[in-house]
Structure formats: C-alpha cells, structure tokens
C-alpha cells in the first residue's frame, strides 16, 4: 500500500511539473512600440559653409523611427528668426545642402528646423537651432587689379576667363551700385574697362553669375589731373630740369602718359623749394631720367607721384646706370619728401644718401605704393642701402615704407647707423632678395628710432651670396605684428623678434620673383590675404 501512494504521489508532481512548464512556455504579448501624441524637437542642429554650399544636419526627433517624420528647415538673415525666412524647404532625412544659387555668398545666417506633423503626431512644438551663424565664402573669380590700370575715371577688371559670367556691380563706398553687363567680347577676353568713375574713390566690384556671386574685390580710383593756377603742364618736349630749377614754391608739374625727360647734370632746386612732379595714370608712366637732384638749405614739402625714375642715362638699358637720385653733402633742412605710386630703378648705388658734416635733416621721407628694384646690387655686400646715411650730421627722422615692393637691393633697406631717428614704420609691404653679406635689413647700431614698428610684412630671400645677411641692429626694439619671412631668408645675427617662420622658399610662397611677380600662390599660406604688398595677396 505504501509503495502504491509513492507512485500516485510521483505520478501527480509530473503531471503539476508539466502543468507548469506548459504555462511558462506560453508565448508573452510584447508590448505595443511608444508613440508620442507630439513630435520631439530636433536637436544638435549644425551648418557647415563651404565656397559655393552649406551642410546643414540635425538628430532626428526621439521616438521617430519609422514614423514617417518629416523636418521643415527655416535659414534667417538674423539670429532672431524674426521676418520672413530667407529660405525654407521641408526634408524627409536629417540632412540638406543649399548652394549659392539659394543664398547669398559671404552674408551670416542662422538654422531652424522642427519635425512636421504625421497621421499620428503632431509637429513639435519649437524649432531646433544652429547655435552660432554660418556662410559662403563664395568663389573668388577675380584676379588681382594691375594698379597701372587704374585712372581716376576707369578701372580694368580681369578674371579667371568663364562663359557663364553675366555682369559686373561696381559700388562706390556709401553708395548705389552700377550695372557693367558683360558682352561675348568681355568674356573671351576675361577684362572689362569701367568707365565713368570718380576720382579719388574707394569702389568694390561684384562679379555675378545669374544671382551667384562669383567674386568680390575692392580698388581705389587715382586723384584727378591737378588743375588751377599753381599747375604747370609739362609737354614732352619741354625741360623739366630747367622748370624745376626755377620753381615756386606751391608748383605742380603734370607729365604725360609715356613721356621721356632727361638731364645729365645734376639738377639745383631752388631755395624753399616745395612742389609737385604729378605723372598722369595709366599703363605708361612717366619717366625721368635724371643725374641726381640737389635740395637747397630749406625746402618745404617735395612730392612725386605716379613716376617712373630710372638710373638709366637717357633710359636706355644698354647705356650708363646713375648713382643716386638724392646725394645731400650740402647743408639742408627738409620738411618731406614724399614718393607716391612710383617705380625707382636701376641705381648703381641708392636713392638717398646723406653725407659729409654739413649737416642734413630730412623731417618726413615716405613711400607709399611704390616698387623699387636693383638697387646699390654689386653681387656680394651691396654698396648702398636703399636709405642710406652713416653721419651724425644726416638724418631721416620719421622714414615710412607702406603698400610698396622692394627687391634686389643690394645692400640694406636702412642704414643709419650715427644719428637716431623718430620713428620708423614698414607696413603691409613685401621684400625679396634683399641684402648683402654681412649686411642687416635695417642698421642702426646703437642709435635709436624712436618707434620701430613693422606690421603686415613679408621678408623673402636675402640676397647675401655668402649667407651671411642680419637682421635689425637697433636699440630700440621692433615691434613686429603679423609679419613672416620665408625658409631662405638668412639672418646670422639679430634675428627679427616676433616674425613668423614660413616653411617654404620664397619660390614656394611667391609665383614669379625672379621677375618682381610676387603674387602669392601658396593659398595655404596663412598670411595670403593680410600680410605683404596688398597688390599681390589673395
């Protein structure tokens, strides 16, 4: 009996465990997927710009996969969406690219999106946003302007050569733009000469494909012919030389396009001596080829401006280099001299140079937007340098080099090495193959100048065939701000404090420089747009 109620027992907990195991194994309903009533805002919103597009991405909205969810996308001119969008588009992905037919190159604007609503949800309730504004940098068609083909009433605008190009928009700084529609014949050539400007003016031109911009750039238009009763027009067969000597103070000199005048001895200037020598502009200048000018005991302001000065004799490249265009022994008291838009060229040995113990102070020497090259270059230390005095009787006292090129000079930029200066200011300029052995960019020993500041400056190859150049030898020291110098740019002594070291030649940095093209080709380079002779940045 007892082993009977054993079976019935083991018999029943089988039956109970099977029971059991048979409700375990019954299949569990998952639960139904979470569908809100109200879409989430998209978040983690970027624009990314590039030159002619953008790459705007967003999350997509939690709980929206598989939901059908489309996104409205909402660009701004503001960072308060207020107004009207600039544009809108609704999406199905998290991801759009707008191009510069959609918007306007190098404008800001700011991103909104917000998930549309579906059968199901309603759209969210905000707008997800860029944190920060986005643009295009836009293309740059445009090729540098050729400062010689700038008048005071025109301008020639070159470009990379594109069939599709449609107009040019020239507008005057504070004013209204003017329409330059592009013919077949502009486009072939990739030039247009505008017309009808006013002088002395600050204009920026767009160049556009359609509504597309496709470049943008600015130039300055020349001061107009001088006029009045001080103005003395100098015909191509007059003597300038005998003008200049017997000048009043006040006079300007207005040259021609293309005009020639020569002298052999050097030229006396008249006491008190203050004018202008004004060379028309276009892509002749005037050029004087003179044997040096003398400055009287006093003299007030001496300008030159849009002048072509050659040491050639009778400016024939085969004939004889002059040494100097300035070679002050006599006693002189100068307020400025003042070299605007001019070339100085081919001198044996400089053009300034004070010297003996007469005693010379020029106040004011400055150079603005000029190119100087082969000067005081006798292959080795040079024999002058480009401003040169090295008595304590002569002195500059405030020397300005700005906006200008400067290359193959022979010995140094500056020596003034036994008296001080006031100050000395190198800015946005460029200079290459530039001096000697054992030479220094600018000597002043143990004089001082007052301020030494250089800013904006790029420093090429020195010209030392023994690489032995040297930098700045002054007490006072430089302050030097945005400024570089190229790989083979060889200073053994006085390195420039606070230069920037380029890692290439100055044949990686520059497109020509052999020929005084020093057009910038290293579009990595990061002063390409701010450092340097503005007329060769990108």
């Not at 400016?315 to 605007?340: L, M, W």
């Not at 020929?515 to 990595?524: A, C, E, H, M």
Request: glycine share 8%.
């Amino acid at each position: 009996m007892r082993l009977l109620y054993q079976k019935i027992f083991t018999l029943f907990t089988f039956i109970t465990a099977f029971v059991i195991c048979l409700s375990s194994c019954k299949k569990i309903k998952e639960p139904e997927a979470f569908v809100p009533d109200r879409a989430f805002i998209p978040s983690g919103v970027t624009a990314e710009g590039a030159q002619t597009s953008a790459r705007i991405s967003w999350k997509a909205s939690l709980f929206s996969a598989g939901q059908g969810v489309s996104y409205a996308v909402e660009i701004y001119n503001n960072a308060a969406f207020t107004g009207t969008p600039v544009y809108s588009v609704n999406s199905d992905t998290v991801e759009i690219t707008v191009f510069d037919s959609d918007l306007a190159v190098r404008t800001d604007y700011w991103v909104r999106v917000k998930a549309n609503a579906t059968a199901t949800m309603a759209a969210s309730a905000g707008w997800g946003t860029t944190t920060s504004p986005f643009r295009m940098t836009g293309e740059q068609l445009f090729l540098p302007i050729n400062d010689d083909y700038i008048t005071d009433v025109s301008a020639q605008l070159r470009w990379q050569i594109n069939p599709d190009l449609t107009r040019i928009v020239l507008t005057p700084t504070g004013g209204t733009g003017t329409d330059y529609i592009l013919t077949p014949g502009d486009l072939a050539a990739g030039q247009k000469i505008t017309a009808g400007l006013t002088p002395s003016t600050n204009y920026t031109a767009e160049i556009f494909r359609g509504t597309a911009s496709k470049g943008i750039i600015s130039f300055s238009t020349k001061s107009a012919t001088p006029t009045g009763p001080s103005v003395v027009t100098v015909g191509p067969a007059d003597d300038l030389a005998a003008l200049l000597a017997a000048a009043t103070p006040g006079a300007i000199f207005v040259l021609g396009q293309g005009t020639l005048y020569k002298a052999d001895a050097e030229v006396i200037l008249p006491a008190n001596a203050s004018f202008t020598i004004w060379g028309q502009y276009g892509p002749n200048r005037a050029v004087i080829a003179f044997n040096g000018l003398r400055l009287p005991t006093v003299a007030g302001t001496i300008r030159f401006e849009n002048l072509d000065f050659t040491g050639y004799q009778n400016n024939d490249p085969a004939g004889t280099k002059r040494n100097y265009i300035f070679n002050q022994s006599a006693a002189n008291a100068t307020e400025s001299i003042v070299f605007e838009n001019c070339i100085i060229r081919n001198l044996v040995n400089t053009p300034f140079r004070l010297q003996g113990s007469a005693g010379q102070t020029i106040n004011n020497l400055t150079f603005n937007k000029c190119k100087a090259y082969d000067i005081g270059n006798n292959g080795s230390n040079g024999t002058y340098a480009f401003i040169h005095t090295n008595v304590a009787t002569g002195k500059f006292n405030n020397i300005r080099i700005t906006n200008s090129t400067l290359y193959q000079i022979g010995y140094s930029i500056i020596l003034h090495n036994a008296a001080p200066s006031q100050s000395v200011l190198i800015e946005n300029s460029t200079f290459d193959n530039c001096i000697g052995n054992g030479r220094y960019f600018i000597d002043y020993n143990a004089q001082s100048t007052g301020t030494l500041q250089i800013t904006n400056v790029i420093i090429g190859k020195s010209l030392s065939p023994a690489g032995t150049a040297n930098g700045i030898r002054t007490v006072t020291a430089p302050a030097v701000g945005n400024s570089f110098q190229v790989s083979n740019t060889s200073f053994v002594n006085n390195p420039i404090p606070g230069i920037i070291s380029y890692s290439g030649s100055n044949t990686d940095l520059f497109t020509d420089p052999v020929t005084g093209n020093f057009l910038i080709k290293d579009v990595s380079f990061t002063g390409k747009s701010t450092s340097g002779d503005p007329r060769w940045r990108l």
